[in-house]
């Protein structure tokens, strides 16, 4: 059988992490690489002081997560990767994976929606503070980085976020949730996992 990937793409805030769980829950030899686990150990332990610090940290942690892919690939598993992937990450997935069965899934949301769930989350208290900080840890001489609405809404718009895909794309409407799910998981179990 030939090896295979699944990306979980789409907008910021569009309920991907909560899908990767029902992904797992159902999936269990699925091989969930979270970037986001990989960057708060990453930014816990080195630390960074400003925007470009924090940069070359996060393209490190990329490089690891990818990595981890090639190697749940390389083991026979099937890697599941979720992020907000946009067109810079095309080539380089393209190269990577080349040679492999990729379904990409994407989760439409707005980007009004996006953006209120991008700041609604940021300030419940709940995320790592690297999220919205250009200094960490000593956040107490640093303030939270906030896009306005228009600049994130032309960035989301110019790096193709919401129409991403890499060979086979299903679409999730991510707008109500919990979003029904029930026609991604007939499509993996009839067309992607066989």
């Given at each position: 059988?030939?090896?295979?990937?699944?990306l979980v793409a789409g907008m910021p805030w569009?309920?991907?992490?909560?899908?990767?769980?029902?992904?797992?829950?159902?999936?269990?030899?699925?091989?969930?690489?979270?970037?986001?686990?990989?960057?708060?150990?990453?930014?816990?332990?080195?630390?960074?002081?400003?925007?470009?610090?924090?940069?070359?940290?996060?393209?490190?942690a990329f490089e690891l997560w990818l990595k981890?892919?090639?190697?749940?690939?390389?083991?026979?598993?099937?890697?599941?990767?979720?992020?907000?992937?946009?067109?810079?990450?095309?080539?380089?997935?393209?190269?990577?994976?080349?040679?492999?069965?990729?379904?990409?899934?994407?989760?439409?949301?707005?980007?009004?929606?996006?953006?209120?769930?991008?700041?609604?989350?940021?300030?419940?208290?709940?995320?790592?503070?690297?999220?919205?900080?250009?200094?960490?840890?000593?956040?107490?001489?640093?303030?939270?980085?906030?896009?306005s609405f228009e600049d994130y809404s032309e960035?989301?718009?110019?790096?193709?976020?919401?129409?991403?895909?890499?060979?086979?794309?299903?679409?999730?409407?991510?707008?109500?949730?919990?979003?029904?799910?029930?026609?991604?998981?007939?499509?993996?179990?009839?067309?992607?996992?066989?």
């Open positions: 059988m030939k090896s295979k990937c699944i569009s309920g991907k992490t909560s899908f990767l769980t029902k992904l797992q829950e159902r999936y269990l030899d699925l091989s969930i690489i979270s970037i986001d686990s990989i960057q708060e150990w990453l930014y816990d332990s080195v630390w960074f002081s400003n925007k470009e610090e924090k940069r070359d940290l996060h393209k490190k981890q892919a090639q190697d749940a690939i390389k083991n026979n598993k099937i890697p599941v990767l979720e992020y907000p992937f946009d067109n810079r990450h095309i080539e380089q997935l393209s190269q990577i994976f080349k040679d492999i069965d990729i379904l990409t899934i994407c989760l439409d949301l707005p980007v009004e929606l996006s953006y209120q769930r991008f700041h609604d989350r940021d300030l419940s208290g709940k995320r790592h503070p690297w999220h919205f900080h250009s200094s960490y840890p000593k956040i107490w001489d640093s303030l939270p980085q906030y896009q960035a989301m718009k110019r790096l193709n976020v919401a129409e991403f895909s890499l060979w086979t794309l299903l679409t999730i409407n991510a707008s109500e949730f919990p979003f029904n799910d029930k026609h991604v998981f007939e499509f993996i179990d009839k067309e992607f996992l066989v």
